[in-house]
């Protein structure tokens, strides 16, 4: 089963690398995030005719999730239970099986800010939401664009991506990790604990030829499916395309 998580950055625009995308990878399971449509213009006739299913939240301009599959999902949970948030930032569905939780998490803007207190927040809830589901489902795999990188193998710069930063602040990182100790497992770093292999590069400075990146799009596999997780990896080769995402998908595959 080959499950992958992808920040599109506008599925309106990205649609065709999309359906180029799967064609080629062929995944079985796909998170979106920042679909940006609202509920009635995603594409779902497009994808059926691509071979996937679809349930998604979205809305207008901004956030928006989605998960593809190729076989039917059951169980969909829109959001973080007893979490009020107007934003479109939370899906969770099982497929074959497997719970699978797509996260957009919080940006945060900067440390310090009204909006980073908000993403402190918002983790805190899906922590304690995942540590539910977990029990419930334990074959569980958490992806998504975790606005967060794990550690300084993570991010091109760590004299400049450090406590002060976004997305890099011990805060966020230790929020990542609480995350994690409830028995989830980066997917990546089972496999590589090679630095500097990014699944983020901003537009400007020329950053992904240049590869001032971020590994900021995780998945997250659960004790039970450790074993289980046989490869996981970045997918480089659409953010070389024309008119890309700023994001490359990130992807696990789990073995029989």
Same mark, same amino acid.
Request: overall charge negative.
């Given at each position: 089963?080959?499950?992958?998580?992808?920040?599109?950055?506008?599925?309106?625009?990205?649609?065709? =690398?999309?359906?180029?995308?799967?064609?080629?990878?062929?995944? $079985?399971?796909?998170?979106?995030?920042?679909?940006?449509?609202?509920?009635?213009r995603f594409p779902d006739t497009a994808l059926v005719g691509?071979?996937?299913?679809?349930?998604?939240?979205?809305?207008?301009?901004?956030?928006?999730?989605?998960?593809?599959?190729?076989?039917?999902?059951?169980?969909?949970?829109?959001?973080?239970?007893?979490?009020? $948030? %107007?934003?479109? *930032?939370?899906? +969770?569905?099982?497929?074959?099986?497997?719970?699978?939780?797509?996260?957009?998490v919080v940006n945060g803007q900067d440390v310090g800010t009204d909006k980073y207190a908000y993403k402190l927040?918002?983790?805190? +809830?899906?922590?304690?939401?995942?540590?539910? %589901?977990?029990?419930?489902?334990?074959?569980?795999?958490?992806?998504?664009?975790?606005?967060?990188?794990?550690? $300084?193998?993570?991010?091109?710069?760590?004299?400049?991506?450090?406590? %002060?930063?976004?997305?890099?602040?011990?805060?966020?990182?230790?929020?990542?990790? *609480?995350?994690?100790?409830?028995?989830? =497992?980066?997917?990546?770093?089972? =496999?590589?604990? %090679?630095?500097?292999?990014?699944?983020?590069?901003?537009?400007?400075?020329?950053?992904?030829? *240049?590869?001032?990146?971020? *590994?900021?799009?995780?998945?997250?596999?659960?004790?039970?499916?450790?074993?289980?997780?046989?490869? +996981?990896?970045?997918?480089?080769?659409?953010?070389?395309?024309?008119?890309?995402?700023? =994001?490359?998908?990130?992807?696990?595959?789990?073995?029989?």
């Open positions: 089963m080959k499950i992958a998580s992808w920040n599109v950055n506008s599925l309106n625009v990205r649609l065709p =690398h999309l359906e180029q995308w799967l064609g080629a990878f062929a995944p $079985d399971i796909v998170g979106l995030q920042e679909t940006k449509l609202e509920d009635s691509a071979g996937y299913r679809s349930v998604f939240a979205g809305q207008k301009t901004y956030n928006g999730v989605a998960i593809l599959s190729r076989e039917p999902a059951q169980d969909v949970q829109v959001g973080i239970p007893g979490f009020d $948030d %107007e934003q479109k *930032r939370v899906i +969770a569905a099982t497929v074959g099986g497997v719970r699978i939780v797509n996260l957009y927040r918002w983790l805190e +809830a899906v922590h304690d939401w995942i540590g539910q %589901e977990l029990q419930r489902h334990p074959e569980l795999v958490v992806l998504g664009d975790f606005n967060i990188a794990p550690d $300084d193998r993570d991010v091109h710069d760590p004299a400049v991506w450090n406590d %002060e930063h976004i997305l890099t602040s011990t805060a966020e990182r230790d929020g990542l990790r *609480r995350l994690c100790a409830l028995g989830l =497992h980066d997917a990546f770093r089972l =496999h590589s604990h %090679e630095a500097g292999l990014f699944s983020w590069w901003d537009y400007r400075q020329a950053a992904f030829r *240049r590869n001032l990146g971020l *590994r900021i799009d995780l998945t997250l596999v659960s004790d039970a499916l450790r074993a289980r997780c046989v490869a +996981a990896g970045i997918d480089r080769e659409p953010r070389t395309w024309d008119r890309p995402s700023d =994001h490359a998908p990130a992807w696990v595959e789990l073995g029989a």
